[in-house]
């Protein structure tokens, strides 16, 4: 069973920083396409950044210029880079690496950013 794994979430200032972590075992994030999802109170999940296998990577318009997605293959490990913090950017950060017919999720890591 292929569970990734989330970390890095926690309480900020807006305006501030924060690196979310994506590992998994079993799996190979070179040769997956890896979304990270967001999930605000009250509100649907909504895709946030995207890194397919070749490295190209993509972005929601309203993270545009704030958030990096990235991926170390030694470290078989996807990062997002969250600057300039917002309280809208407050949720649960999911990880979600695809390929084919393989799909899965992690359990979330909280992202709060309050004053």
């Known amino acids: 069973q292929v569970q990734p794994v989330e970390s890095g979430g926690g309480l900020v200032q807006p305006g501030g920083s924060l690196r979310l972590s994506c590992a998994a075992s079993g799996i190979a994030f070179s040769i997956y396409t890896t979304n990270w999802y967001r999930q605000a109170p009250g509100k649907q999940r909504e895709r946030v950044a995207t890194i397919t296998a070749s490295g190209t990577t993509n972005y929601a318009d309203p993270v545009k210029g704030r958030f990096t997605i990235s991926r170390d293959n030694a470290k078989n490990t996807v990062y997002l880079q969250i600057n300039s913090l917002k309280p809208e950017d407050t949720g649960v950060y999911y990880c979600?690496?695809?390929?084919?017919?393989?799909?899965?999720w992690g359990q979330g890591t909280q992202v709060t950013v309050s004053s």
């Open positions: 979600n690496p695809i390929r084919g017919w393989r799909d899965y």
